[in-house]
Nanobody, 128 residues
């Protein structure tokens, strides 16, 4: 069984920074895709960052481009979302997700990817 455990998040003032972590455990070896989503009550879950692991390519939603960064530490089985210059509009529940060939299709930025494993979510609240 594969588990993704998220940490980080919390409350921060506008202009501040937060780093979210997503650690894998269980029978998880590798994946071609890592993604971060965010969800605001009443709105659809939005894919905001994508990492293609074979070449390290990244993609970002326009709303976070230039401010957020997705990265991984293979040795630690961890994926990160570095969030800088935070704005109140970034307030949301954030989820990490890992790709799998048999996963369901999701739209992440401009890519359709198969994702099968999800973190439990972590809240980020940005105050003015």
């Amino acid at each position: 069984q594969v588990t993704l455990v998220q940490s980080g998040g919390g409350s921060v003032q506008a202009g501040g920074s937060v780093t979210l972590s997503c650690v894998t455990s269980g029978e998880f070896y590798s994946t071609n895709y890592w993604a971060w989503f965010r969800e605001v009550p009443g709105q659809a879950r939005e894919g905001i960052a994508l990492l293609y692991t074979p070449n390290g390519a990244t993609s970002y939603a326009d709303s976070v481009k230039g401010r957020f960064g997705i990265s991984q530490d293979i040795a630690k089985n961890t994926v990160y979302l570095q969030m800088n210059s935070l704005e109140p509009a970034d307030t949301a529940m954030y989820y990490c997700a890992a790709g799998h060939p048999l996963g369901a299709w999701f739209r992440v930025v401009d890519h359709d990817v198969r994702l099968a494993y999800w973190g439990q979510g972590t809240q980020v609240t940005v105050s003015p």
